[in-house]
C-alpha cells in the first residue's frame, strides 16, 4: 500500500507523478489505512512514517481541513525523534513541515503565524529558486527580501524586483536608482506591454542573460525610469529619460513598407502596446514638472485631458495623493476622484502574491517540496570523471573569469544540486581571488534514463536525478564595469556562498 502512494522513492523530490496518487479523501483514506495497518507499531520505518504523515497533510490541505493537517505535521516531528535534530531533516523534510505548517494557518485565518512560517520556510535555503519562489507566494512584509535573493540567482526577476521597489513605502529613492540601473545596463523586457500586465502582474521575463552583451533598452523600460526618477523630483533626469523613451521608440527613419505601416496604425488604436505607455509616461512627467513649479491646477489639468486609461503606476498613486492634499474636492475631475488609499490596497496585495490554497496548487506540493534527504543518500561535493562517475561538477572556461558550471546528482534532490553547483561557483571564484560572481544563466533539468536496442529508445525511461547548469562571471563589486550596473544588486557575495554551503556540504558529518 505504501508504495502506491508514490512515497519510498530513492530520489527525493521524484516519486510518483502527482496524478498516480490518490487526491483529496481517497488519499487521506489510503494513508489512515496504512497508519493503521500496525506496520508502524514496533517503532521502526521511521522515515515512510513520518512521509506517510507528511501525504496525510497534503491530502487535508486539499479538502481545506487544517486541523487536521496541523496535527499531523506535528506528529511528524515526534515520530524522527531525534533524527529531527539532524541538519539534513531539518533542511528537507522539517522545511516541508513549515511551509505546509503556513499553508493550514493561512486556512486557519491564522495569517500573522502563517507569515512567521513562510519567513523561516525561506530564510533556511535562501539559495534555491524553487523554494524561495515557493516563499514569494504568500509574503507580504517579508516579500521585498525574498525577491532580492531570487535575482540574484537568475536575471528573469530583474522586472519583477524593480516593481516590487515601486510599491514599497519609503523605497522610492532606491527604486528610482534602480529603473536608471537597469536602462543603464540595456535591459529590455521581452513580453508585451499589455496595460493590465504593468498594473495588476509583476511577471515578465527579460533579456539580461548575457552580461557580455550591450543593448540597449525597450521605451517603456525607459519610460519607467523617468516616472521613478520624476517621483522623487529629479526631473532633468527625469526628462531625458522621456526623451530617450520617445526616441527609442520612434527609432531611425526608416521606409515603411504597407504591411507594416498598416499594423503600425492598427497598434496606435489599442492601449496596450508600447507606443500608448510610452505617451502616458510623458503625461506622468509633464504633470511631475508642473507639480513642483506649483503649477497645482495645470498639473491637474494634465492628469485628466489624457483620454488614455492609466495603469495603477506607483508614481501616478504618488502624485494624485499630493494633489488631492491640496485641491479641495469639489475642484477634482476625472482622474482625481480616484481613491488612491484603495488603489493603493489593491496594487500592494496584488493577485500575485495572494494567498491562494487551491487543491491543485496544494497537490503540487508532493513535488515541490522537499522529501527527506540524508548525507548517507546524497551526491558528494566532488568532480565527473569520464566513464568512471557520471555524476559530480563539471565546468568549461568561456572566457576570462567566465564559466560554464555543470552539477549532475543520481541520488539528490534538485534543490541540493541545485546549491551543490552554486558551492562550485564560488570555490571556483574564491581560487580566481575574486570576492563576488554574477549569474547570468541557471537552468535545472530532471535527468531520466532510457534503454536502447540498435540505437531505438525502449521504454519510457526511468528517473535518473536531476543537473543544474550555471553561466557566472567573476568579479569586483568595487569595480564593476559600468555595462553592468543593472546586475549590481545581483552580485552574490562569494565568501558567503562559500560559508553558507561549504558547511553544510563540506565539513558536516552525519
Known amino acids: 500500500m505504501a508504495g502506491t502512494l508514490g512515497l519510498l522513492g530513492s530520489i527525493a523530490e521524484s516519486g510518483s507523478k502527482a496524478h498516480y496518487r490518490e487526491v483529496g479523501e481517497a488519499g487521506i483514506a489510503a494513508c489512515t489505512t496504512v497508519l493503521a495497518s500496525g506496520y508502524f507499531d514496533d517503532g521502526g520505518s521511521w522515515e515512510r512514517h513520518v512521509n506517510i504523515l507528511r501525504a496525510r497533510a497534503i491530502h487535508y490541505l486539499e479538502v481545506k481541513n487544517g486541523d487536521a493537517a496541523l496535527a499531523d505535521l506535528q506528529k511528524i516531528d ?39 512560517a513562510f519567513k523561516a520556510f525561506s530564510d533556511m ?22 525577491i532580492e535573493r531570487m535575482v540574484r540567482l537568475d536575471s528573469d526577476y530583474l522586472y519583477l524586483h524593480a516593481t516590487l521597489l515601486d510599491i514599497q513605502d519609503g523605497q522610492e529613492v532606491k527604486a528610482a536608482e534602480n529603473w536608471a540601473h537597469l536602462v543603464a545596463g540595456g535591459f529590455r523586457k521581452k513580453a508585451s506591454y499589455k496595460t493590465a500586465e504593468m498594473q495588476e502582474s509583476f511577471s515578465g521575463l527579460v533579456s539580461a542573460k548575457d552580461i557580455q552583451i550591450i543593448t540597449t533598452s525597450d521605451p517603456v523600460t525607459i519610460g519607467m525610469a523617468a516616472i521613478a526618477a520624476a517621483r522623487v523630483g529629479q526631473m532633468a533626469q527625469a526628462e531625458a529619460f522621456m526623451e530617450q523613451a520617445k526616441t527609442t521608440l520612434v527609432g531611425a527613419p526608416e521606409k515603411q513598407n504597407d504591411r507594416e505601416d498598416i499594423i503600425r496604425r492598427l497598434r496606435r488604436l489599442s492601449t496596450d502596446n508600447a507606443e500608448d505607455l510610452v505617451g502616458m509616461q ?71 502574491f495572494s494567498n491562494k490554497t487551491g487543491k491543485n496548487f496544494v497537490t503540487s506540493l508532493f513535488e515541490r517540496l522537499p522529501s527527506l534527504e540524508k548525507k548517507s543518500q546524497m551526491n558528494s561535493y566532488s568532480g565527473k570523471v569520464w566513464f568512471f562517475k557520471g555524476s559530480g561538477f563539471s565546468e568549461k572556461e568561456l572566457g576570462k573569469d567566465r564559466y560554464e558550471i555543470k552539477f549532475v546528482g543520481d541520488v539528490s534532490s534538485r534543490t541540493v544540486v541545485e546549491e551543490l553547483s552554486l558551492l562550485r561557483a564560488a570555490d571556483l571564484a574564491r581560487q580566481s581571488k575574486k570576492t563576488g560572481f554574477i549569474i547570468s ?15 531505438v529508445r525502449m521504454g519510457a525511461g526511468t528517473p535518473a536525478g536531476y543537473m543544474t547548469s550555471l553561466t557566472v562571471t567573476f568579479v569586483d563589486p568595487d569595480k564593476l564595469p559600468d555595462r553592468w550596473i543593472m546586475h549590481k544588486g545581483r552580485i552574490l557575495m562569494t565568501d558567503k556562498v562559500w560559508q553558507d554551503l561549504s558547511s553544510v556540504y563540506v565539513k558536516s558529518k552525519n
Open 441 to 455: 544563466d541557471i537552468t535545472n533539468y530532471t535527468r531520466t534514463r532510457y534503454s536502447t536496442y540498435n540505437g
Open 78 to 116: 515526534e515520530v524522527a525523534g531525534s533524527h529531527a535534530d539532524d541538519i539534513f531533516y531539518q533542511r528537507s523534510l522539517g522545511l516541508s513541515v513549515k511551509y505546509l505548517e503556513g499553508v493550514a494557518l493561512i486556512m486557519n485565518d491564522n495569517a500573522d503565524a502563517a507569515r512567521g
Open 282 to 352: 510623458d503625461v506622468l512627467v509633464k504633470a511631475y514638472g508642473q507639480y513642483y513649479n506649483r503649477d497645482l491646477v495645470g498639473a491637474r489639468d494634465t492628469l485628466v485631458s489624457s483620454s488614455k486609461k492609466f495603469p495603477v503606476w506607483p508614481a501616478l498613486l504618488d502624485l494624485l495623493e499630493k494633489l488631492q492634499r491640496i485641491i479641495p474636492e469639489e475642484n477634482r475631475l476625472g482622474l482625481m476622484k480616484v481613491d488612491v488609499e484603495a488603489a493603493w490596497f489593491k496594487l500592494r496585495n496584488t493577485k500575485a
Open 125 to 146: 535555503r535562501p539559495y534555491s529558486k524553487n523554494l524561495q519562489s515557493l516563499g514569494l507566494k504568500y509574503m507580504t512584509d517579508d516579500r521585498l527580501a525574498v
